[in-house]
């Protein structure tokens, strides 16, 4: 399911930035979202995720207490709050829709992505 990111940008060290992942013509609701990156160099990796029922979530290791997913499904947009950044989250971010969780192998068709760059 084709999806855009948005969001992504130049930030210092602790800063804080809000990505999108948008749909076109199909509501959010229905899928489970998950966001990925890929940093320089690195293997694409799941970075958290939110399910389709009773609001579950998950988030890797190295964001939890950073990050926060949300959704706006009037908007058909799913949200990754990232705060307290790190230049170890610098990274392409990338985000699908599927009936579930997925890893980076289960990903047919990958958006753009938008460069996240934590950098002083």
């Known amino acids: 399911v084709p999806l855009v990111e948005s969001g992504g940008g130049l930030v210092q060290p602790g800063g804080s930035l809000r990505l999108s992942c948008a749909a076109s013509?199909?509501?959010?609701?229905?899928?489970?979202i998950t966001w990925f990156r890929q940093a320089p160099g690195k293997e694409r990796e799941g970075v958290s995720c939110?399910?389709?029922?009773?609001?579950?979530?998950w988030y890797a290791d190295s964001v939890k207490g950073r990050f926060t997913i949300s959704r706006d499904s009037a908007k058909k947009t799913v949200y990754l709050q990232m705060n307290n950044l790190k230049p170890e989250d610098t990274a392409v971010y990338y985000c699908?829709?599927?009936?579930?969780?997925?890893?980076?192998?289960?990903?047919?068709?990958w958006g753009q992505g938008t460069q996240v760059t934590v950098s002083p």
């Open positions: 699908a829709a599927d009936y579930t969780c997925v890893s980076p192998t289960m990903v047919a068709n």
């Open positions: 013509g199909f509501t959010l609701d229905s899928y489970a």
């Open positions: 939110s399910t389709m029922h009773n609001g579950g979530t």
